[in-house]
């Protein structure tokens, strides 16, 4: 059973608004073991719509037709089903009532406009609406079929859930389950995780369940996902866990985090199972680092504050770093353990560097100064990082928060 | 002309990750002018691509593939690209350095695996890579051509401005420009606004050029989008200027800025024009308006830094705030003279509230105070906002920082 999604809205194909629907139903097809290979975005035009439709129709077994159900003139969704189809559209008395009725309840009239939305394709089984006016349609032809349900997200998600899935299911006949699971790494860039995962991905090419994908995403890290099929929901999670077993044997600590987990998500749950607090002074990320912890529910069980000392004499007079450079493996030491004194925590990380587009006292753009004051060592490492300003800010949070994971990591005790 | 976009990933079709490189990309060429009726997502695999690149090259004129040009072995658009072509891939030497040069730049190492990214099929154009290891690829197919360019968004749209939209305006030979601008607010909600501007819209129904659109965008306010259509830029851009004197003449100082200003950036700018520094004390931002204000390119003109003073005695021992609740006015107005003072800034601003999901003190989730120190008043003001934490966080950032943007404007001199 293959099933593919065409998203209908001139203003997704413009890019006015992302097509988050698509996602969400690829999302829940692979949940239901239901193959997917393609998803097309068209914009509000009958002639279109049907050809994206029969090219969908040609490729899959199943079509889910998202959109252009609404009342206004542009949703011409029934039109190119029926086209599609080659019946006519016919008026549905009982779809009708039920919209006459949710305007009666609200005490409204309802505009002329809205019995377009009792229009059915002769032959189209209907699906209830339960939250909008647009009901949706399940549309036969031959041995496959097209489901056309509302754009409006919250109204889409509850029919497909409730109609389109099971009907789909049933169709499939108990098919396969696919799940995905992503390891999160930092610290190595895409083509050398890939060479040192190269003995799992070529061991995966003779059989290829599971699969290995890897997916570079900036600040969060590489993400390698490790993707199962299996007959049932148990079967693919044991297949998931013996792979993420084998990743893990090869990358190690780089692997930070699975699935949402962030750096700092697991640099606090670090943080609370040693009992320990944190301070940042941020000089270059300007607050970020500050910004992604305070993010993480439950923070205010470790983390006490941070400086952002981004104009000089903060540095020299709240955190008593040296006069001299500020760009420095000294400056974010004395940066670190100043942290630590003004906001009375346990340990304390800073950052201070160059995020460009200019040269800072003649330290090259993207040169960054990492410390920690953990126990009692306060020390700093030099990293370098490229791109833009605004990249470089986010890869310094990143490495920075990565680094202190590394130091809680290989804590004696 | 006619183009349409083919987004590569399996992640793509999973749903794991939202495509919003099609929804950038069908933006840029509608601002070109140039008509894009489809946009297909298709997983990473040879066949399938190879399967999409041929129905979309066979209802456009032009092509823009996205992604599968990285190292690892599940990066296969090269390929797919190869059999659409019917032609070898060929090592290309000068991309083979010019990604060596990278890592030797980097004191890296190239791995194997990146000489996959040298591979090119033949007769293709290569498009030089400036921000990734990727290169970008002209595909000429007859009177047709397909362009390949990285699915990292940075990568990508750099290519996509540099060498694709320039490309097909040249084959495209002078169409009609559209383009848009839009309006950034803050203050009103979408149906508020619409209300305000409902002269405006009855007037542009008459002859829909130009045509004005909402679109609401959490923390960066509400964007009034301004679309004209018009022989020349020239001419476009005066049907532009024209409409955007009478949306300011009713939403007056509720419009913060144009196109990509943010409010930070126009707080900045009016910082800077008076001569003013800035110090933050942040509690239930975080960080976030720290590292919003940061951010912005030559902000260290008049940004000090911040305090983000989690903890309750980071407030108490560090900015002097009275003991009692720290969700209060009084707590506020403290935190905003206390950034003052330990930053040694002109102007102090600060967040305190409780962005959930828990309520704090048995204040309310949602609630917010505000304080601005400015001259010689400290004031603050309490704010409700709904939503989740991270929502909570961002629209309160925003909210500060237009209360400082009021403030500013409304200085007396």
Redesign the interface.
């Known amino acids: 059973m293959r099933a593919e999604v065409v998203a209908v809205g001139t203003e997704?194909?413009?890019?006015?608004?992302?097509?988050?629907n698509?996602?969400?139903?690829?999302?829940?097809l692979?949940e239901a073991g239901i193959d997917?290979?393609?998803?097309?975005?068209?914009?509000d035009?009958v002639e279109?719509i049907e050809?994206?439709l029969r090219?969908a129709l040609g490729?899959s077994d199943a079509v889910i037709v998202c959109g252009g159900l609404g009342p206004t003139p542009d949703d011409v969704t029934r039109e190119a089903l029926a086209r599609v189809m080659d019946v006519d559209l016919v008026r549905d008395e009982e779809v009708l009532d039920r919209i006459a009725e949710r305007f009666e309840r609200r005490g409204r009239p309802m505009p002329a406009s809205n019995e377009r939305q009792a229009e059915v394709p002769k032959g189209a089984i209907v699906i209830e609406q339960r939250r909008g006016t647009a009901p949706g349609l399940v549309c036969p032809l031959g041995d496959r079929v097209v489901y056309a349900v509302p754009g409006v997200p919250h109204e889409m998600t509850e029919m497909v859930e409730r109609a389109v899935v099971p009907d789909l299911e049933q169709r499939g006949g108990g098919g396969a389950v696919?799940v995905?699971r992503?390891l999160r790494t930092w610290g190595e860039d895409?083509?050398?995780l890939?060479?040192q995962l190269?003995p799992r991905?070529e061991a995966l090419?003779q059989a290829p369940n599971p699969?290995?994908?890897?997916?570079?995403s900036?600040m969060d890290g590489i993400k390698v996902?490790i993707?199962a099929k299996a007959p049932t929901m148990a079967d693919a999670r044991a297949v998931l866990d013996a792979e993420e077993a084998a990743v893990r044997a090869i990358l190690g600590q780089r692997v930070f985090g699975v699935d949402d987990e962030t750096i700092e998500s697991v640099v606090g749950t670090l943080l609370g199972d040693a009992g320990l607090?944190l301070g940042?002074a941020?000089s270059?990320?300007?607050?970020?680092?500050?910004?992604r912890?305070?993010?993480v529910?439950g923070?205010?069980g470790w983390?006490?504050?941070?400086?952002?000392?981004?104009?000089s004499?903060?540095k020299f007079?709240?955190l008593d770093v040296p006069e001299g450079s500020v760009v420095s493996a000294t400056a974010a030491e004395a940066m670190a353990a100043g942290a630590r004194r003004?906001?009375?925590s346990d340990v304390g990380l800073s950052v201070t560097g160059v995020a460009g587009?200019e040269t800072q006292e003649g330290v090259p753009v993207g040169t960054v100064f990492v410390g920690v004051a953990l126990g009692d060592e306060v020390a700093a490492v030099l990293l370098?990082f490229?791109?833009?300003?605004?990249?470089i800010?986010r890869l310094a949070s990143s490495a920075a928060l990565d680094l202190l994971r590394h130091r809680l990591l290989d804590r004696p005790g």
């Open positions: 997704l194909v413009l890019g006015d608004v992302v097509d988050t698509s996602a969400w139903i690829g999302r829940r692979a997917s290979h393609f998803q097309t975005k068209v914009g035009n279109r050809a994206a090219v490729r696919i995905s992503v895409e083509s050398a890939a060479e190269a991905i090419d699969t290995l994908a890897f997916l570079a900036g996902r993707t607090t940042l941020e270059m990320t300007g607050g970020l680092i500050a910004s912890c305070s993010e529910p923070s205010s983390f006490r504050g941070g400086v952002v000392s981004y104009a004499e903060v007079d709240l003004v906001l009375e587009p370098r490229s791109g833009d300003r605004t990249s800010r």
